[in-house]
């Protein structure tokens, strides 16, 4: 009916529109189409802020590569040190507990376990680690490191878990918001200073890591709608096991080799961390219970009974114990060869040991580090511009930018260079950090509103209506014109 009363009028009088109009007349179909395309462009309120982050990019980006092609440098492996790695780990230590910050509010909604600023705090001590190791080449915490870099793709593959399960959001916003938070900088960096972007294998770690919670968490959701799949568990342990079974044939076969076409650096490091992101998975669709465990064993330490009091002391040895069990079986082998082919599957001992200690009391969840927390909010800043900044040459060379800190300098010249390159490091990080959050802000609105633009086929009830009226009158304005041209 409204396709009669509307649409059919409107095509006929557009006919005779168009039979009769000038060359200054407004073609209706036009009108209505590029008219949808100047709103978008309208409605997008941050592109004065798009530009002006990519301005600053720029900048950031001419930074980065003064920084990797420094004159005045030497090879890396000449600055090993390992006293100045602890002394630097130490001073970080000492940094944390002077800006530790205790939240009482934390806890209004109950005991947060692994809260939002305990993540972060956890970024940043194991971000400052893993440059640290990377600076002064002490090669004999390489698998402490192998560990934390597993720790960040389990987060990646918890965070994202939790995130789809809460809000169901499979929409192509959210795809959009994620993949530019993860590789705008990164891939800019690899393209402007003409890098291979394995250099940054964290980054195809976490994205890939986000898309399979994604997928996991779509056929979870899909699942629910079918008999027998009903409820929280049965749902999430099908779509968890399909995905372990995914993994198992293609990590577990010859499959894997596919990955030496586009770099052997890939498939080794894949290889490494191949179930870190599905085992966040299994950990985040655990945490419900594992929450009401928290409610009941610190909601009141100061009237704990005396199963509440066992329970807690038996999560902290038990976190001791797992980190002990690990170290003494597996993290103390020298030959990181020998270490590799077990680490995907015991990796999360640490993990867990760590974060049963860390959440062991009400007061502990409630504590963190603001300095810890600033550093990882930054660490995929700070991860891809250390190559290029804080060292050099791709990683390679120590940049000498204090006088006289080259590599046959006193230690505390070194230092000092070291510093002085921090200096403009982590500032440079934080700043490019905030240029991508607007870029990425900026992208996900406008693919927003190119997406409901797209959606809105037709013109409303109310808009043809309006068309329609206009329509008439300029149809009378051109059988006026056909009858006296001269008359305008």
Not at 285 to 302: I, R, T, V
Request: aromatic share 16%; hydrophobic share 45%.
């Amino acid at each position: 009916i409204k396709y009669n009363k509307l649409v059919v009028p409107l095509l006929n009088t557009q006919k005779k529109i168009n039979s009769t109009k000038n060359d200054n007349d407004i073609n209706l179909g036009n009108y209505i189409k590029y008219g949808k395309q100047m709103s978008v462009f309208q409605n997008w309120k941050s592109r004065k802020d798009f530009i002006y982050a990519q301005l600053q990019v720029t900048v950031i980006l001419f930074i980065a590569y003064v920084g990797n092609t420094w004159p005045n440098s030497y090879d890396r492996n000449l600055n090993y040190d390992d006293n100045m790695f602890w002394i630097m780990n130490g001073g970080l230590l000492l940094a944390s507990i002077v800006t530790l910050k205790h939240d009482k509010l934390a806890s209004s909604r109950g005991v947060q376990l692994l809260s939002r600023p305990q993540t972060e705090e956890w970024k940043g001590w194991m971000q400052w680690a893993f440059i640290m190791y990377h600076y002064y080449r002490v090669r004999y915490v390489y698998n402490e490191i192998r560990v934390f870099v597993s720790a960040y793709v389990w987060m990646t593959g918890f965070g994202n878990f939790l995130y789809f399960e809460k809000k169901r959001d499979f929409s192509i916003d959210r795809v959009v918001s994620m993949w530019l938070r993860i590789n705008y900088f990164p891939l800019l960096l690899s393209f402007c200073l003409d890098v291979k972007l394995e250099l940054y294998y964290v980054v195809p770690l976490h994205t890939v890591g986000f898309f399979i919670a994604m997928i996991t968490c779509y056929i979870s959701a899909q699942l629910e709608k079918i008999k027998g799949f009903e409820g929280y568990w049965k749902r999430n342990i099908a779509a968890i096991g399909f995905m372990l079974l995914v993994h198992i044939i293609f990590y577990e076969t010859p499959l894997v080799n596919s990955l030496n076409y586009i770099s052997e650096e890939y498939r080794f490091r894949f290889s490494a961390d191949k179930y870190s992101a599905w085992i966040g998975m299994v950990s985040a669709m655990c945490w419900k219970p594992l929450k009401d465990y928290m409610q009941w064993a610190y909601a009141s330490p100061e009237m704990a009974s005396f199963n509440q009091t066992s329970a807690r002391w038996l999560q902290r040895l038990t976190g001791i114990a797992l980190i002990s069990v690990w170290y003494y079986c597996f993290g103390f082998m020298a030959d990181k060869y020998l270490y590799n082919p077990t680490h995907p599957y015991i990796f999360w001992l640490p993990v867990a040991g760590w974060l049963m200690i860390r959440n062991s009391s009400k007061y502990f969840c409630e504590l963190h580090s603001t300095v810890l927390e600033f550093l990882g909010r930054i660490t995929l800043e700070t991860y891809v511009l250390q190559f290029h900044v804080f060292m050099s040459h791709n990683v390679q060379q120590i940049p000498v930018v204090f006088p006289g800190a080259d590599e046959n300098a006193s230690t505390m010249l070194k230092a000092c260079n070291m510093l002085l390159c921090g200096f403009i490091f982590v500032p440079l990080a934080y700043w490019a950090r905030s240029v991508t959050v607007t870029t990425q802000t900026s992208i996900t609105e406008l693919v927003g509103l190119v997406l409901r633009k797209n959606n809105e086929n037709t013109p409303t009830e109310q808009e043809m209506s309006t068309l329609v009226k206009s329509s008439d009158i300029e149809e009378e304005a051109g059988a006026t014109a056909t009858k006296d041209p001269g008359e305008k």
